[in-house]
């Protein structure tokens, strides 16, 4: 059985920083992503990377200010979230265990329980 907890949520003003990470749990998998959900919406690709790290995909939006990485000893997911936005804002999931190259929310095969991103104009 797979588990994904993730931390490093939390309020922040624009244009701040915040690191989140994803511990996984259990069997190592290929490929890692995060999503997030603002209210009201639905859950979104943020980024993704495999355990290797030499693919990674970026939703437009986050190109340039947000970097995602791996710690293969430490089997923990990083979100590197720069120049931050009030359309940031949302609840970020971790996800695991995917084939397409940039997946869709029902692609995914495990997830966290997220961790809230609140950023203040």
């Known amino acids: 059985q797979v588990q994904l907890l993730e931390s490093g949520g939390g309020l922040v003003q624009a244009g701040g920083s915040l690191r989140l990470s994803c511990a996984a749990s259990?069997?190592?998998?290929?490929?890692y992503a995060w999503f997030r959900q603002a209210p009201g919406n639905e859950r979104e690709f943020v980024a993704r990377?495999?355990?290797?790290?030499?693919?990674?995909y970026y939703t437009d939006s986050v190109k340039g200010r947000f970097t995602i990485s791996n710690h293969n000893a430490k089997n923990t997911v990083y979100l590197q979230m720069n120049s931050l936005k009030p359309e940031d804002t949302a609840v970020y999931f971790c996800?695991?265990?995917?084939?397409?190259?940039?997946?869709?929310?029902?692609?995914?095969?495990?997830w966290g329980k997220g961790t809230l991103v609140t950023v203040s104009s």
């Open positions: 996800g695991a265990d995917f084939s397409s190259a940039i997946p869709r929310a029902r692609d995914i095969n495990y």
């Open positions: 259990g069997r190592t998998l290929n490929n």
């Open positions: 990377i495999n355990w290797s790290g030499a693919d990674i």
